[in-house]
């Protein structure tokens, strides 16, 4: 059975509430309960933070004795060299997922200090881009 987490960055933890037209109606923990359901052969943890070291110290944590990281870092994603960096420092294979398709938003969301060291990028399948990046773990 493989061992992923998902990791998740600032303000996804106002999932159901935050711009629904963008992120849906679903709280992150109402997909979570679901998508263990839908995964049995998998052992999935989920961890969120607002705040940046705090996932750099998550990543670091399980990123020598996980299968699989599932990062949503959110803004992140654009700005933070360190969480970039944090990927590139462990052997545990990274996929950077995002709920929309950043590169139909704003231009600054259009980089990603992550990107480079993941193992793949999957985005704009709303909720079910997470359900894509766990099956290309029990694919491998």
Do not use: C, W
């Amino acid at each position: 059975m493989k061992k992923l987490i998902i990791i998740n960055g600032p303000n996804l933890n106002l999932l159901g509430k935050r711009e629904t037209n963008i992120y849906g109606n679903m709280t992150f923990t109402e997909f979570f309960d679901q998508t263990i359901k839908k995964f049995p052969n998998a052992k999935l943890e989920h961890f969120q933070s607002n705040i940046e070291g705090e996932l750099i110290d998550k990543i670091q944590d399980v990123g020598f004795s996980y299968d699989g990281i599932i990062l949503n870092a959110a803004a992140y994603t654009h700005t933070s060299v360190g969480i970039g960096d944090a990927v590139k420092a462990i052997t545990t294979p990274v996929v950077e997922v995002h709920i929309s398709n950043t590169f139909s938003r704003e231009e600054f969301r259009h980089q990603s200090y992550i990107s480079p060291n993941a193992k793949g990028v999957i985005l704009g399948f709303g909720l079910q881009s997470y359900e894509l990046a766990i099956q290309s773990f029990l694919d491998d």
